[in-house]
C-alpha cells in the first residue's frame, strides 16, 4: 500500500512544479481577433511538451525556434529537464506514458502594446505502460485552461511563457507543466 501511495504522490507532482504567473499585473484590452496562426504556435507547443512525456515520442518536435522568444526557449530547457526527472521516478514505480494527443481550442486573445495574453484550453489523452501488464487500452484524459504570452517583434507575434490558469498542478497530468519564470 505505501508503494501506491508513493507511485500515486509522484504521479500527482509530474506537473507540480514551475507554477508562476509571468504577466501577474498586465492590463490587456478586450478580447480581440488573435492573429493568423497564433492558435497553431500554442498546439505545437502542447505537442512538445506533451512529446517530452512519453518514453519514446511519436512525433518530433513541431514548435519552430522563431516562433518563441529567448526566456521560453530557456524555460523549455528547464521544462524538459523537469519532465525527464519526473519520468524516471514514475518508471521507477514500473509506469511510462507511451502514447499521447493533445488539441488546442483558443479561448481569447487581448494584446496591449508589444503584449498579448491568449486564453486556451487544452485537451488531452495519455496511454499509460506498467512493466507488470504492459500497455493499456484505457486513457487517461485532461482538460487544462491555459494562459500564453505573447510579445509582438519585427517577425510578428512570438510566443513567451504558458502557464495553467488553474493553479497548483498538484493532480495534473505529467504534461500541464508551465513554461515561465
Known sequence: MAGLRNALAIAATLGAVLTTTACGGLSLAAAETPPAGIEAILAHAVNDRIQACLETP???????????????KANWVRVVAHIQQSKTGFKGFGFTYIKASSEVTLKSWASSGDTARARFTETGTMYLASAANGPSDVPTKYVAKESATFTRTDHGWVLDTLTSDEGDHAMASMPIVDIAD
Open 58 to 72: 511519436t512525433a518530433p518536435p513541431t514548435l519552430s525556434p522563431d516562433s518563441t522568444t529567448d526566456r521560453f
